[in-house]
């Protein structure tokens, strides 16, 4: 029974190689970082990480462990307080802290969820959300990626207990959710909206929904701290009686154990050194500026960290990707199935601390290779 399993296994990783769509696990490198999510520089920045290194020698203990689940003995004075200070910092009532964005759309999706209702959700929500949702069993249906019509007449046809879930910054295209269009519609038929603010956390201040003041339009916002915050972990922003429903029923809060104080605390830190550093994402918004001076074909919006380069052909977009390497610089790439083929696409993610030669040099390399293959 083993080998025929093992054979299983070994089948469909062979056909992910012959397809080049084969995951494998590599080692950071030093080339110049056009790949990851850290759009502020924080994780690598030598005045957060000297702040942080104080906390730690004030107070060693924040390094080990929590000693248990929330529930439990994980419960500490400083997890306490750091949800307290970002219920505050948000203006929500509450916030609940997990020790990972993906742990905290599966504790909501999955809770707040039951068989008898469904959730409409945006075609590239991320993974996290359509795991919760299937651990709810609820019935799941995809709109057009940010297309307002096709959730309204999904929408209209619903009867009973109806959530939409939508991310504010999309992390494939780099494009935003007309966020208060979709408000005024969940409103109309009186559905639950789930916002992910997982990418528009610290790149555009706390996020879209207080961008745009739209606090009492939502049932509850993710926001993430792996991304712009340089750290680790995520909150959810809520209401007191969904926060206690959460603690009370979400399997993925209550049976793990608490992170250690050093991740609440860095996460507070985070914050109060974004507030004394707004030009971090100033310089990444200059940056982003420089970036599409250079009129490539973007699928991206204008102010969006995450810039998406239309280069059909899996061949091609590989090709691509190792030429910059070559030249000492980490570019992701979306190869298709997992895109439309035909819409495959580089993507680019831009940081503060990205120098304008750089930027100017990615994309020179980009339309010359462009030039040489059209
Ligand atoms: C939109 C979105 N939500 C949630 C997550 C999960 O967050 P984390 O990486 O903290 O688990 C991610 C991360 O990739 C994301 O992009």
Redesign the pocket.
């Given at each position: 029974m083993l080998n025929n399993q093992l054979n299983n296994w070994r089948k469909s990783l062979e056909k992910r190689k012959q397809e080049g769509t084969l995951r494998v696990l590599r080692p950071q490198t030093q080339e110049i970082d056009f790949y990851s999510?850290d759009y502020l520089g924080l994780a690598g920045n030598r005045s957060f990480q000297n702040r942080l290194l104080g906390k730690i020698s004030e107070n060693p203990r924040l390094l080990t462990g929590s000693t248990g689940s929330r529930l439990i003995s994980g419960h500490s004075i400083i997890v306490s307080e750091t949800e307290d200070y970002i219920a505050k910092e948000h203006q929500f009532p509450c916030a609940l802290l997990f020790s990972?964005?993906?742990?905290a759309?599966l504790s909501l999706f999955s809770t707040l969820l039951n068989r008898h209702d469904t959730l409409i959700m945006d075609e590239q929500i991320?993974r996290?959300v359509h795991d919760g949702c299937r651990l709810s069993n609820a019935k799941k249906i995809k709109f057009k990626h940010n297309d307002l019509q096709d959730l309204e007449d999904i929408l209209k046809r619903q009867k009973g207990g109806c959530y939409v879930a939508i991310?504010t910054l999309y992390?494939m295209d780099g494009d935003i959710a007309p966020i208060e269009e979709i408000v005024q519609i969940t409103e109309k038929y009186n559905a639950n909206l789930i916002v992910?603010e997982?990418?528009a956390f610290g790149v555009f201040g706390y996020g879209m929904i207080e961008k745009f003041r739209l606090h009492d339009k939502v049932m509850a916002v993710?926001v993430?701290?792996?991304?712009a915050l340089g750290t680790?972990?995520?909150a959810i922003l809520c209401n007191k009686t969904i926060r206690s429903y959460l603690i009370n029923f979400a399997s993925p809060f209550i049976y793990t154990t608490s992170s250690h104080d050093f991740l609440w605390m860095s996460i507070k830190e985070g914050y109060e050194f974004l507030k004394q550093n707004h030009q971090l994402a100033m310089d990444l918004q200059e940056n982003i500026k420089i970036f599409r001076k250079q009129n490539l074909r973007y699928a991206s919006s204008e102010k969006s960290p995450i810039q998406a380069i239309l280069i059909p052909e899996n061949n091609r977009l590989r090709n691509l990707k190792e030429i910059l390497f070559e030249n000492g610089m980490l570019t992701y790439a979306v190869f298709s199935p997992t895109v439309k083929t035909g819409t495959e696409r580089l993507r680019i993610c831009l940081h503060s601390f990205n120098t304008a030669q750089e930027i100017v040099k990615l994309t020179q390399i980009i339309e010359e290779f462009n030039d040489k293959n059209e």
């Open positions: 999510n990972s964005g993906y742990n759309n991320h996290s991310e992390s992910d997982a990418h993710v993430t701290y792996g991304k680790h972990g995520a």
